[in-house]
């Protein structure tokens, strides 16, 4: 299974097709949107209508509920604040920083918004190789 970042899409159809509201735009942090596991019925309406390949929203089949990525807002193992203006714990830990957060919307139309080099530098200090 390949799983994907949310992009916090400004007009995200996931958000729209929640028949519960479950799935919503924190007023505490803007643009983040958030799925509220206590208001989510798990009818995945949310994973079918992700515009992306993979879809941004993954399925928690324990609880059967979506869950999806809210930059750590309320990661409870940090230890400093997260969310939008604090810690994304996939930022801290990647080991070749190819994680950033960043406010820029890329085009989601262009191939190329999210290409990243993983196997530079910080790949070989790591003891890997390119072949």
């Given at each position: 299974?390949?799983?994907?970042?949310?992009?916090?899409?400004?007009?995200?159809?996931?958000?729209?097709?929640?028949?519960?509201?479950?799935?919503?735009?924190?007023?505490?942090?803007?643009?983040?949107?958030?799925?509220?596991?206590?208001?989510?019925?798990?009818?995945?309406?949310?994973?079918?209508?992700?515009?992306?390949?993979?879809?941004?929203?993954?399925?928690?089949?324990?609880?059967?509920?979506?869950?999806?990525?809210?930059?750590?807002?309320?990661?409870?193992?940090?230890?400093?604040?997260?969310?939008?203006?604090?810690v994304q714990a996939c930022v801290r830990v990647c080991p070749v920083g190819a994680i950033?957060?960043t406010r820029a919307m890329p085009d989601p139309s262009r191939e190329d918004s999210y290409?990243?080099?993983?196997?530079?530098?910080?790949?070989?200090?790591?003891?890997?190789?390119?072949?």
């Amino acid at each position: 299974v390949r799983l994907a970042t949310c992009r916090q899409c400004p007009d995200a159809p996931c958000v729209q097709v929640c028949p519960t509201g479950a799935n919503r735009a924190d007023p505490k942090h803007g643009f983040v949107r958030r799925i509220d596991p206590d208001v989510c019925i798990g009818c995945k309406l949310c994973l079918v209508r992700c515009p992306y390949a993979p879809a941004r929203i993954q399925w928690d089949r324990e609880r059967r509920k979506s869950q999806k990525c809210d930059l750590c807002v309320d990661t409870p193992f940090l230890d400093e604040k997260g969310g939008p203006e604090g810690v994304q714990a996939c930022v801290r830990v990647c080991p070749v920083g190819a994680i950033a957060f960043t406010r820029a919307m890329p085009d989601p139309s262009r191939e190329d918004s999210y290409e990243v080099n993983l196997r530079d530098a910080v790949w070989k200090q790591l003891g890997m190789t390119t072949e």
